[in-house]
């Protein structure tokens, strides 16, 4: 176990666009760098001043959109990828010089990266033996890993991974990083590969296996009901930047600016833009949001501000239910039934609009239909248009 701290990490890669020209003729890496700096375009930032503390024993999941830098995180973290700048520290211990077979780190990849010619048990076994820890100890470490995988991990140990379903190879996969004792569990969106059901059943497993051990983890994942599932914190990113960190309901109830905000939640945030403040109001087109007392003490007149509002602050009416308050009207896209809660949501567009609302089950509902949109002003949002940050 250990207490992992990243120090305003930066890592660029070469243009995508111009690498084959550079490679056709050969050039080292650090020529390549040294002539494409990024303030030239030349460059794709891949990690931006990333600083970040995980405890000890905590899991940390980090979330984000394809392409946001979750993946090339993890493999600066895991020593994989080596041309960054900044600090990486396990324990206090700048890790920058030491390999990563050195650093006893439990990886759990999308694509399980199983010895295809060893069986399970020489899947777990391969570690020790490259580290030429005796037979009598490399026992004993899977028999124990066996009995904290559970029930019908021992029926997989002689079966080569073309034998398994996607689930077992993930359970091979899970039991051969935990047979290291690993100081870091390192996980790459490990259940993406796996159908509905497998998911539910994997991600139980691996939060039971996180738990009992203790083990300091980042998870690497694009589905939020993975995160909501498994992080004791959340780490948002966004171009090559963490955003913001905390748990998931600070992170909804708190966003700090309307990526977050805009990103997290099923549905997400709906962001209406285009209004700007007239004395103590926000003019939206043709309605007037009365702002809160500390909202209207931080904004200018004239402001560019933008709307947030979650489906929970939205009530769905048939018709105009009370000229008191604030109404929105719209047209109805789609709606789903949610017969846990015995309501339905509600996707309403208005015009260059779209946002969310809630109703409930009686209310008869048809696309196209024209509803009325009741807003709860205690749970509005706003935002700086052109810094994106709340207000």
């Known amino acids: ?27 080292k890496k650090d020529r390549i760098q040294e002539d494409m700096p990024l303030e030239t375009g030349g460059g794709v930032k891949a990690l931006d001043g990333i600083s970040l503390t995980v405890p000890d024993g905590q899991i940390f999941v980090v979330l984000g959109p394809s392409g946001c830098g979750k993946s090339t995180l993890l493999r600066v973290v895991a020593g994989v990828e080596k041309n960054y700048t900044g600090r990486i520290l396990y324990d206090g211990e700048d890790v920058h010089n030491i390999p990563p077979g050195d650093r006893y780190i439990g990886m759990v990849f999308q694509n399980y990266a199983l010895y295809p ?29 066996s009995e904290v995988m559970g029930i019908g991990f021992n029926e997989l140990l002689p079966r080569r991974p073309g034998t398994l379903s996607g689930g077992e190879r993930q359970r091979v996969a899970l039991g051969r990083a935990i047979a290291r004792a690993p100081r870091l569990f390192l996980f790459d969106e490990p259940l993406s590969n796996l159908d509905a059901k497998l998911r539910v059943q994997t991600r139980s497993e691996i939060k039971r296996l996180l738990h009992r051990f203790g083990i300091t983890s980042l998870y690497v994942t694009h589905d939020q009901v993975e995160a909501i599932a498994l992080a004791d914190q959340i780490v948002i990113m966004h171009e090559g ?17 309307m990526f977050v905000a805009g990103f997290l939640g099923v549905p997400p945030m709906a962001l209406l833009s285009g209004g700007f403040i007239s004395g103590d109001k926000l003019v939206l087109d043709d309605v007037l949001i009365p702002l809160p007392r500390l909202v209207s003490a ?27 308050g ?15 809660h015995h309501r339905q949501t509600v996707h309403i567009r208005q015009g260059r609009w779209n946002y969310s609302g809630v109703c409930s089950l009686d209310m008869k509902l048809r696309i196209g239909q024209s509803v009325y949109a009741q807003i709860d002003p205690e749970h509005l949002y706003f935002f700086d248009t052109y810094t994106g940050l709340r207000i």
Do not use: C, W
């Open 1 to 27: 176990m250990a207490r992992i701290q990243l120090h305003d990490v930066n890592l660029t890669f070469p243009d995508p666009l111009r690498e084959p020209v550079y490679r056709l003729f050969a050039l």
């Open 298 to 324: 931080l904004v200018q007149e004239g402001q560019a501000v933008t709307l947030g509002m979650r489906r929970e602050a939205v009530n769905v009416l048939p018709g105009s239910a009370s000229t008191n």
């Open 326 to 340: 604030i109404q929105l009207r719209g047209e109805v896209e789609s709606f789903e039934s949610d017969y846990v």
């Open 241 to 257: 930047k963490i955003e913001q960190v905390g748990t998931y309901p600070h992170l909804t109830e708190h966003p700090i600016n």
């Open 117 to 145: 010619n060893f069986s399970g048990e020489g899947n777990l076994s391969f570690f020790f033996k490259m580290h030429k820890i005796s037979d009598e100890k490399t026992r004993e470490r899977i028999r124990y890993t």
